[in-house]
Structures are given as structure tokens and as C-alpha cells.
């Protein structure tokens, strides 16, 4: 059973939001940090935003300062993504990636210290 499953993609037009949802699940699965990250056509994977389950802190890539916000429900086990002022740059298929040990903050930015995966949800903007 994959402990993390992504909802909420779609086609949206530029300048519209969209809400993506990770429910965290799994019998023995722990998590202490949890991440988006988005992978457009042609591109490598990259770090859209992260937040602890024990920390208001959040992190954001440049390109979505100001623009995406990270939350989460911890009595759910649920990790949003509200992405407002779309852009077509943002088209991509949207991954939420969970930690399972504590790492500095620099490696919240990283693929490579995230140990579970969701199937990913596309998004698409449309000009």
C-alpha cells in the first residue's frame, strides 16, 4: 500500500487556483517532514515547497513565492498545496514526498532525503 496519495490536479487557466491534497497513511509508515515537489516534460524533479508536521515553519522554491502555500492538518495526516496566480510554467505533474527522519533545512529541499513517494496528479495551466 503507497503510504501517500495526491489529489486535487486539473486543467486550470492562467491566473486561477487549485488545491492539491497528500493524505499520509500506512500502518508502519512515520513521517517528520513532508514536501512537493513538481517534474514538467523534459525537466528533472523539482522542490516546490515542505513544511515538519511539528513546525509552522515552511519552505517555498523561488518560483513559487508568494504564490503557492503549504499547510497541514495533522489530525488528518494531510498536507495541502493552494497555488494561486497559476502560470503556464507551473504546468507539471505534482508529487508530495514524505521524510522520515529529521533533516536540516537545506535538505528539505532535496530528492534525494525524501523516503516515500505519492503516484503524483497533474496539473495543467492553460494561457
Known amino acids: 500500500q503507497v503510504p501517500l496519495v495526491e489529489s486535487g490536479g486539473g486543467l486550470v487557466q492562467a491566473g486561477g487556483s487549485l488545491r492539491l491534497s497528500c493524505i499520509a497513511s500506512?500502518?508502519?509508515?512515520?513521517?517528520?517532514?513532508m514536501g512537493w515537489f513538481r517534474q514538467a516534460p523534459g525537466k528533472e524533479r523539482e522542490f516546490v515547497a515542505a513544511?515538519?508536521?511539528?513546525?509552522?515553519?515552511?519552505y517555498y522554491a523561488d518560483s513559487v513565492k508568494g504564490r503557492f502555500t503549504i499547510s497541514r492538518d495533522n489530525a488528518k495526516i494531510t498536507v495541502y498545496l493552494q497555488m494561486n496566480s497559476l502560470e503556464p510554467e507551473d504546468t507539471a505533474v505534482y508529487y508530495c514526498?514524505?521524510?522520515?527522519?529529521?533533516?536540516?533545512?537545506?535538505?528539505?529541499?532535496?530528492?534525494?532525503?525524501?523516503?516515500?513517494w505519492g503516484q503524483g496528479t497533474q496539473v495543467t495551466v492553460s494561457s
Open positions: 514526498a514524505s521524510q522520515s527522519d529529521f533533516h536540516y533545512d537545506s535538505e528539505l529541499r532535496e530528492r534525494a532525503y525524501y523516503d516515500y
Open positions: 513544511t515538519r508536521w511539528s513546525s509552522t515553519s515552511t
Open positions: 500506512g500502518r508502519t509508515f512515520s513521517s517528520y517532514a
